[in-house]
Antibody
Framework: QLQLQQSGPGLVKPSQTLSLTCAISGDSVSSNIAAWNWFRQSPSRGLEWLGRTYYRSKWYNDYAVSVKSRIAINPDTSKNQFSLHLSSVTPEDTAVYYC???????????WGRGTLVTVSS | DILMTQSPLSLPVTPGEPASISCRSGRTLLGCDGYNCLSWYLQKPGHSPQLLIYWGSNRASGVPDRFSGSGSGTDFTLTISRVEAEDVGVYYCMQALQTPYTFGQGTKLEIK
């Protein structure tokens, strides 16, 4: 069954690292067509793209400038999943985080169910 | 970043009536293998966004044919021919011409 299963903590303390994982069923993280993205959504910022990882004979990553110094998105071929790591979080990073599959970087046809992450002490 | 502007932001509709949402981009979105890099998503209450339309006018798998997309370049429209109760939620347009991918503000459709 084609789906993305998200996991990770819903509460992170300020200055710590937010880490989420997205397990892929029905496709491969090493696909030459798909790209694996993270978005987030908050009332103040709306829907915001954070970054992506994808394989085209080698691995590539792209990140939004707004988080570039703090973010890492890593594929894990052994578990067919990918992860998001966002360091030095502040309350402004509180949001619902979504993992998605991008088709040839052109549209997003598969979304995880979302994880509400609250940054608070 | 490419600015995406939607209108209206709120859309009350009587069931069975048509509805249209406009989306305008800050630059032309032609560029996805000859297609427009414009997609539409519906986010139902409490759910993730779901793909409705890609390349400006192609319905995604499983999307009812009452949904249609039109337009090219910088101006796009999502049309629902006959609104049903299950269509309530927030509709977003999104550009994928370049990163960062950007969304419109969202249009909240509600049933009168």
């Amino acid at each position: 069954q084609l789906q993305l299963q998200q996991s990770g903590p819903g509460l992170v303390k300020p200055s710590q690292t937010l880490s989420l994982t997205c397990a892929i069923s029905g496709d491969s993280v090493s696909s030459n067509i798909a790209a694996w993205n993270w978005f987030r959504q908050s009332p103040s910022r709306g829907l915001e793209w954070l970054g992506r990882t994808y394989y085209r004979s080698k691995w590539y990553n792209d990140y939004a400038v707004s988080v570039k110094s703090r973010i890492a998105i890593n594929p894990d071929t052994s578990k067919n999943q990918f992860s998001l790591h966002l360091s030095s979080v502040t309350p402004e990073d509180t949001a619902v985080y979504y993992c998605t599959r991008g088709h040839r970087h052109q549209y997003f046809d598969l979304w995880g169910r979302g994880t509400l992450v609250t940054v608070s002490s | 970043d490419i600015l995406m502007t939607q209108s209206p932001l709120s859309l009350p509709v009587t069931p069975g009536e048509p509805a249209s949402i406009s989306c305008r981009s800050g630059r032309t979105l032609l560029g996805c293998d000859g297609y427009n890099c414009l997609s539409w998503y519906l986010q139902k209450p409490g759910h993730s966004p779901q793909l409705l339309i890609y390349w400006g006018s192609n319905r995604a798998s499983g999307v009812p044919d009452r949904f249609s997309g039109s337009g090219s370049g910088t101006d796009f429209t999502l049309t629902i021919s006959r609104v049903e109760a299950e269509d309530v939620g927030v509709y977003y347009c999104m550009q994928a011409l370049q990163t960062p991918y950007t969304f419109g503000q969202g249009t909240k459709l509600e049933i009168k």
